[in-house]
């Protein structure tokens, strides 16, 4: 398996798309409403990575197996107001078949090395947490409802 983690290029937009939502039906079905990961199509997703890698204001990695994208990991400015850190990861995901393989820790080591940043995590992921809580990030007693998947709840981590 010839597996790497790489910055992102704009010709990687539409595999970025996919994975996002192909990762999102694999671990968020059943947990949001029917119809919500539907809503927001990976041609849809492909489009907002392809304004994200061509802007200035974060990063977007890949980690690729044989050179077929399998997860992506995106960082940048912090969204919360004020920000707790000044950097925040805003995405990470990776396809169910590659859990377990050390992409997702290359994906994360990549994006953010050793840096304090923040990120927002459902609630109800306790995988994710789980990982987050490895790589030294801990519950801040933040939380918001997210009302553009079905109103989840999620939780602010940060190291």
Known sequence: MGASIRRANRSDANEVGRVHYRSHVETYSGTFPD???????????????????????????????????????????????PPVRALELGSIYLLAAHHGSGLGQALLDAALGAQNASLWVLDDN???????TRNGFTPDGAEKVDEQFGNVREIRMVR
Do not use: K, N
Request: charged share 20%; aromatic share 12%.
């Open 35 to 81: 119809g919500v990961i539907q809503a927001f199509p990976a041609e849809q997703r492909a489009q907002m990575w392809e304004r994200m890698i061509a802007g200035d204001s974060g990063a977007l990695w890949v980690a690729a197996v044989d050179e077929q994208v399998v997860g992506f990991a995106a960082t940048g400015p912090s969204r919360d107001d």
């Open 126 to 132: 306790p995988r994710a947490r789980s990982f987050y």
